[in-house]
């Protein structure tokens, strides 16, 4: 069960880490308020202490994290901005993927 944790961890840490990014693009771009800054702070606050909860070498866990924000920014590109992934994205998310599985759970001396 420690795999589904650490997968379960990552996808936060990326949704945190996206809507601390999306809301003040949507300040800057979209012209909504700047009171939106203040969420946007704590959750990129809530990515920085989850990033912390991995159990492993903090730089092992920022390159496997790249793969699973990969596969959230792809599902924030459906879901949020209504722009279907096409099979490119799709399959450059799955080598994200796999590459993650493979830095997280490989075997370890």
């Known amino acids: 069960m420690p795999e589904i944790k650490t997968v379960l961890l990552f996808v936060l840490t990326a949704i945190a880490e ?5 809301l003040p693009y949507l300040w800057l771009r979209e012209g909504k308020s700047i009171w939106l800054l203040v969420p946007a702070a704590l959750s990129l606050a ?4 989850l ?3 991995h159990p492993t070498a903090a730089g092992r866990v920022y390159a496997a994290y790249g793969g699973v924000y990969i ?3 792809i599902l924030w590109l459906w879901g949020v901005d209504g722009i ?5 994205d799709l399959l450059g998310t799955a080598v994200a993927l796999c590459g993650m599985g493979i830095i997280m759970f490989a075997p370890r001396a």
Do not use: N, R, S
């Open 18 to 22: 996206i809507v601390g990014c999306y």
């Open 46 to 49: 809530a990515f920085a202490w």
């Open 84 to 88: 279907k992934p096409t099979g490119w």
């Open 71 to 73: 596969f959230v920014a």
């Open 51 to 53: 990033l912390t909860l």
